[in-house]
């Protein structure tokens, strides 16, 4: 069992983080990365996000921002099986994301 960070989100310029026990080894453990493009709007991400990963609209709305700043977030973490289903439902959205280390 792992105690992983699984979403960070911001409440009044404070980093709040939610962690979650993962049954999973180490070698396995990926991240699912989200990455900002010109195309798609915020609105398109965050109703993807709820849909695909069952964010709350408000970590979807977080997530979006930070892939709009930073150009990239971390939207769930698993093993790359588990994590596959997920991004090729985000790329049918024709929203760009990765499976990372």
């Keep these: ?4 960070k699984t979403y ?3 409440e009044d310029d404070v980093a709040v983080e939610e962690w979650e026990d993962v049954n999973i080894d180490d070698a396995f453990l990926k991240k699912l990365v989200v990455h900002n493009d010109d195309v798609n709007t915020f609105e398109h ?8 990963c069952k ?3 408000e ?3 977080q997530c979006a921002w930070l892939i709009h ?3 990239r ?3 769930k973490h698993g093993s790359y099986d588990e994590l596959k289903k997920y991004k090729d439902a985000i790329t049918d959205a024709k929203i760009q994301a990765t ?3």
């Design 1 to 4: 069992m792992k105690h992983i």
């Design 8 to 10: 960070e989100h911001y």
């Design 45 to 52: 991400v965050i109703e993807t996000l709820v849909k695909v």
């Design 55 to 57: 964010h709350t609209f």
């Design 59 to 61: 970590q979807a709305e």
């Design 69 to 71: 700043t930073k150009g």
């Design 73 to 75: 977030c971390v939207v």
């Design 99 to 101: 499976i990372e280390e």
